[in-house]
């Protein structure tokens, strides 16, 4: 049997990259490894007449019940995105952005990122312990360990929440890392060509009023060093 993390990533016509092909990552592991560190997805879905793009949150669980593993979204009842997500596969992008690059023309500027694809249809999640487990990786997703310091989710907002589950079967994922790629004339014209390497940067924890500044949690003053 092909575990999780050792399917093939693009296994479908919809997931092969076309162009850039160099560029194309081809380990699942490291799939899983970059939505694991990336914060912010985009959904796709088809609203009925048009199509729309979501920012979102999200998590991973690698060992998830679907085909490859479980992607999970979630959002409120009373999002019109929700169900029409339910009526045809979607896609779902998480893009990290590494640097600019600049080269000694405009048509050879370019970005290094790392960025996923992943489409296919998505699922309601009706089991509440697997919603449970779904929410908590969503808080970890932004600050690691933190689910566990909190209270459990009431009963009226488990109602209020929908959760969604995106097989990670049909998946990609390419990466830039490099500087420019210029003409050799444009080299020997001597304008200057590089990167601008781009990073997060996180500010110190700031306490809302009812918080004490003195007791910032470990988990939340250790996100915030991580990005520093």
Request: some cysteine; charged content about 25%; glycine content about 10%.
């Amino acid at each position: 049997m092909t575990t999780a993390t050792a399917a093939p990533l693009s296994p479908t016509p919809r997931t092969s990259p076309t162009r850039g092909r160099n560029r194309t990552v081809a380990e699942r592991d490291h799939l899983l490894a970059f939505l694991d560190e990336a914060l912010l997805a985009h959904l796709g879905v088809w609203a009925g007449g048009h199509p729309v793009v979501l920012p979102t949150a999200y998590a991973v669980d690698p060992d998830g019940p679907d085909e490859g593993g479980s992607l999970y979204l979630h959002g409120s009842v009373g999002a019109g995105w929700l169900a029409r997500a339910l009526e045809h596969d979607v896609c779902v992008t998480v893009t990290e952005l590494d640097g600019l690059v600049a080269a000694r023309s405009g048509f050879h500027h370019s970005m290094n990122y790392r960025s996923a694809v992943v489409i296919g249809r998505a699922r309601r999640v009706e089991d509440e312990q697997e919603r449970r487990h779904a929410l908590d990786l969503v808080v970890d997703q932004m600050i690691p360990g933190r689910s566990a310091s909190l209270r459990p989710p009431t009963r009226k907002e488990l109602a209020a929440t929908v959760v969604l589950a995106l097989p990670l079967a049909e998946a990609s994922m390419k990466r830039r890392a490099e500087g420019p790629v210029d003409d050799p004339e444009d080299i020997a014209a001597g304008i200057w060509g590089g990167v601008i390497p781009l990073r997060r940067v996180a500010g110190g924890p700031v306490s809302d009023q009812d918080s004490d500044p003195s007791r910032v949690p470990a988990d939340v003053a250790d996100r915030a060093a991580g990005f520093r």
